[in-house]
T-cell receptor, first 114, second 113 residues
């Protein structure tokens, strides 16, 4: 079982749909992240949850709504998306403590908005 | 503020040749530096990291990188490329007390048989 699991792997949705992306980490970490990866663009940090509290919202449109019910689970709720939101959405986790941190990524959800 | 610049969005090398992927960083405080690799249809996997101590760090799959403070660089190398090294490589920077990593734009490595 991989350390960070994302479901679904692929998602196609219309602009009026509501869907959710799920992420689960099995590493005992205390922080979780959502990143957006679009073609020919740098990785974009969307949200950070540290000890279940949102510590970063990187000017993400309100059509993306994160939820972190506990330190092992992270959701990204999607509604009324635009075609330009099509991308690979990556979840990551880390152990935030004194000293350096590094991220452990899931395999991502490939989202296509039609 | 911190940033990362990866020179060359695409690099091609012949199988068996030296791999050199360039990364320069900007950080107002001592940095932590990382290289990640992404294979097709997968997430990012940590290759190696520099935090403190020895400036030459070794990672998985025969890769290594050297932290050069005077040049603000953290270039990734591998003496002999293998077909399985074909992937996208990302350099990233963070620092003490920072829960976020700043990534470069990535370098796609192609291996020529």
């Amino acid at each position: 079982e991989t350390g960070v699991t994302q479901t679904p792997r692929h998602l196609v949705m219309g602009m009026t749909n509501k869907k959710s992306l799920k992420c689960e980490q099995h590493l005992g970490h205390n922080a979780m992240y959502w990143y957006k990866q679009s073609a020919k663009k740098p990785l974009e940090l969307m949200f950070v949850y540290n000890f279940k509290e949102q510590t970063e919202n990187n000017s993400v449109p309100s059509r993306f709504s994160p939820e972190c019910p506990n330190s092992s689970h992270l959701f990204l709720h999607l509604h009324t998306l635009q075609p330009e939101d099509s991308a690979l959405y990556l979840c990551a986790s880390s152990q935030v403590a004194e000293g350096p941190i590094w991220l452990h990524f899931g395999n991502g959800t490939r989202l296509t908005v039609t | 503020a911190q940033s990362v610049t990866q020179l060359g969005s695409h690099v091609s090398v012949s199988e068996g040749a030296l791999v050199l992927l360039r990364c320069n960083y900007s950080s107002s405080v001592p940095p932590y530096l990382f290289w990640y690799v992404q294979y097709p249809n997968q997430g990012l996997q940590l290759l190696l990291k520099y935090t403190t101590g020895a400036t030459l760090v070794k990672g998985i799959n025969g890769f290594e990188a050297e932290f050069k403070k005077s040049e603000t660089s953290f270039h990734l190398t591998k003496p002999s490329a293998h077909m399985s090294d074909a992937a996208e490589y990302f350099c990233a920077v963070s620092n003490f007390g920072n829960e976020k990593l700043t990534f470069g734009t990535g370098t796609r490595l192609t291996i020529i048989p």
